[in-house]
T-cell receptor
Framework: NAGVTQTPKFQVLKTGQSMTLQCAQD?????MYWYRQDPGMGLRLIYY???????DKGEVPNGYNVSRLNKREFSLRLESAAPSQTSVYFC?????????????FGPGTRLTVT | AQKITQTQPGMFVQEKEAVTLDCTYD???????LFWYKQPSSGEMIFLIY??????QNATEGRYSLNFQKARKSANLVISASQLGDSAMYFC??????????????FGKGTMLLVSP
């Protein structure tokens, strides 16, 4: 049971380049999330998918798009990377979106945009 | 207003002592969940403990306990008998209901705990 996996672990992009961060979970969870973590800011929600076929914006969605490919996979795309998107990106999943459901996190992707 | 406030940027404790990490929250929703996560230097986020707003008793998980004071809107994490491996960043987080019946997780800025021998 791998839990939540993310690829790649590290990435360096030039301003204007695009890339997709991949996330997969094998816990049969319905809900998945993308966060970014910046120094001194804690984690902030970018997008989430409450269930397969739905996606919604979080706190900081600008500059990102997401795709819930199937129940297991949830990808995050940067169409035109900017230095402000330098951050650590975490994917997470949970059974559902009830207030009682804890989220399980992947190992993170460290992205640098130059 | 911040939803989750962690007022201690850093805490120091000696091995085998107990330590309390503070967390206060702000919500008008009667139904919410409070969570603590640990982030060691390796970077992963590890779920530690959960407390529901309707739970009558404080949550405990091994050496971790959550001191839940609903009227004060505080959810402090208590780590008993600290170990060197407890050195990490600790995040308090809250889930509350939003429009559409969904809920999302809001994090505090974290507290860095250092355990010394």
């Amino acid at each position: 049971n791998a839990g939540v996996t993310q690829t790649p672990k590290f990435q360096v992009l030039k301003t204007g380049q695009s890339m997709t961060l991949q996330c997969a979970q094998d816990m049969n969870h319905n809900s998945m999330y993308w966060y970014r973590q910046d120094p001194g800011m804690g984690l902030r929600l970018i997008y989430y998918s409450a269930s397969e076929g739905t996606t919604d914006k979080g706190e900081v969605p600008n500059g990102y798009n997401v795709s819930r490919l199937n129940k297991r996979e949830f990808s995050l795309r940067l169409e035109s990377a900017a230095p402000s998107q330098t951050s650590v990106y975490f994917c997470a999943s949970s059974v559902g979106t009830s207030v009682i459901h804890e989220q399980y996190f992947g190992p993170g992707t460290r992205l640098t945009v130059t | 207003a911040q939803k989750i406030t962690q007022t201690q940027p850093g805490m120091f404790v000696q091995e085998k002592e107990a330590v309390t990490l503070d967390c206060t929250y702000d919500t008008s929703d009667p139904s919410y969940g409070l969570f603590w996560y640990k982030q060691p230097s390796s970077g992963e986020m590890i779920f530690l403990i959960y407390q529901g707003s309707y739970d009558q008793q404080n949550a405990t998980e091994g050496r971790y306990s959550l001191n839940f004071q609903k009227a004060r809107k505080s959810a402090n994490l208590v780590i008993s008998a600290s170990q060197l491996g407890d050195s990490a960043m600790y995040f308090c987080a809250m889930r509350e209901n939003a429009e559409g019946g969904y809920s999302t997780l809001t994090f505090g800025k974290g507290t860095m705990l250092l355990v010394s021998p």
